[in-house]
C-alpha cells in the first residue's frame, strides 16, 4: 500500500526567508502524482503545487518550488520569501495512477511565519 | 466560480445519535470525494463518486456510514449510530470529469464534535 510520510510535525521560519518542508512516500508505481496542499486555520484546503512523477523538470509557483527525487521517493516543498500569509498546515500528497483521483495525504507539518 | 459548498459548518450530538452532512459541488464536477480528517491528522478517503456510482468505498465503515449522491450532483453523508472516534473535520471534495492531473477543490469542512 501507498504511505505518506512527513517527519517535520512543526517548523517554523522568518519572515522573508527560505523553508523547506519534508516529504518521502512509498510506492511500486512507475507513474503517479504528488502536491502539496496549504490548510488555513480556516480549513479550506488550497493546492500549492503539483508534480507529474514522469516529469524530470522540477515544479515552480511562484514562491513555491519542489525538489522531486524520484529514486529516493522524496518530494520536498521550498517556500522563499516566507510570508505572514504562509502560515498554515501543510499536507504532501501521493495520488496513484489510475483514474480515480484517491489522494493519500501524509500528516501534516504546520509553518509558523514569525515576523 | 463558486467552490465547494458544505453544511452545517459545526455539529454537535452525543454518542449513538445519527448526523447527516451535505455536499454540493462545483458545477460540472463528476466526481465527489468525502475525506474524513481526525485531528493533528491528514484527510482520510472515505468514499469517492463518479456521477452517481461508487468508485471506491473500502474506507468507508459501512455498519455506521453512509453516503449517496442523487442525481451526480449533491451527496449526503449520514453517520448513524455515532461514537466519540467518529470526532473529526469531514471534506467534500470535487474534481473535474477529465483524466489527468487534475486538482481536487475542498469545500470548508465540517466539523463534528461526538461527546
Known amino acids: 500500500a501507498q504511505t505518506v510520510t512527513q517527519s517535520q510535525p512543526e517548523m517554523s521560519v522568518q519572515e522573508a526567508e527560505t523553508v523547506t518542508l519534508s516529504c518521502t512516500y512509498d510506492?511500486?508505481?512507475?507513474?503517479?502524482?504528488l502536491f502539496w496542499y496549504k490548510q488555513p486555520p480556516s480549513r479550506q484546503m488550497i493546492l500549492v503545487i503539483r508534480?507529474?512523477?514522469?516529469?524530470?523538470q522540477n515544479a515552480t509557483e511562484n514562491r513555491f518550488s519542489v525538489n522531486f527525487q524520484k529514486a529516493a521517493k522524496s518530494f520536498s516543498l521550498k517556500i522563499s520569501d516566507s510570508q505572514l500569509g504562509d502560515a498554515a498546515m501543510y499536507f504532501c500528497?501521493?495520488?496513484?495512477?489510475?483514474?480515480?483521483?484517491?489522494?493519500?495525504f501524509g500528516q501534516g507539518t504546520t509553518l509558523q511565519v514569525k515576523p | 466560480e463558486a467552490g465547494v459548498a458544505q453544511s452545517p459548518r459545526y455539529k454537535i450530538i452525543e454518542k449513538r445519535q445519527s448526523v447527516a452532512f451535505w455536499c454540493n459541488p462545483i458545477?460540472?464536477?463528476?466526481?465527489l470525494y468525502w475525506y474524513q480528517q481526525i485531528l493533528g491528522q491528514g484527510p482520510k478517503l472515505l468514499i469517492q463518486f463518479q456521477n452517481n456510482g461508487v468508485v471506491d468505498d473500502s474506507q468507508l465503515p459501512k455498519d455506521r456510514f453512509s453516503a449517496e449522491r442523487l442525481k451526480g450532483v449533491d451527496s449526503t453523508l449520514k453517520i448513524q449510530p455515532a461514537k466519540l472516534e467518529d470526532s473529526a473535520v469531514y471534506l467534500c471534495?470535487?474534481?473535474?470529469?477529465?483524466?489527468?492531473?487534475?486538482?481536487?477543490?475542498f469545500g470548508p469542512g465540517t466539523r463534528l464534535t461526538v461527546t
Open positions: 458545477s460540472g464536477h463528476a466526481t
Open positions: 508534480q507529474e512523477a514522469y516529469k524530470q
Open positions: 510506492t511500486s508505481e512507475s507513474d503517479y502524482y
Open positions: 500528497a501521493y495520488r496513484p495512477p489510475s483514474n480515480t483521483g484517491k489522494l493519500i
Open positions: 471534495a470535487s474534481s473535474p470529469p477529465l483524466a489527468g492531473v487534475y486538482e481536487q477543490y
